[in-house]
């Protein structure tokens, strides 16, 4: 399984409009080919800092999504909204304490 962590500053005038981009999209996401979790996250004391977490069964399926029609349209009206560039990282999970 990989886990992508995807870290995004935004203007502050421009959050709601990017949480309005996220609702209208995130079943979509969600049930993209190997998707298995999204989750939104956003900094206790920045707020115009936003995390998401995602989790795929393949690299592959990660792939297929990020150059699907879904993906294009969403980051183009994501991307535009940002204050810093985003930073993205793909990582495996090593140990899980329940």
Known sequence: MLVRIVKMTFE???IELFLSVFN???EKIR???GCELL???QDRHNPTIFFTYSYWQHESNLENYRNSEL???VWAKTK???SN???AWSVEKQVVLE
Do not use: C
Request: cysteine-free; glycine content about 4%; charged content about 40%.
């Open 12 to 14: 502050a005038d421009k």
């Open 24 to 26: 209208r999209n995130k």
């Open 31 to 33: 049930n993209s080919n």
């Open 39 to 41: 989750e939104l996250y």
């Open 71 to 73: 993906f294009k349209g």
């Open 80 to 82: 535009v909204l940002f």
């Open 85 to 87: 560039k985003p930073e």
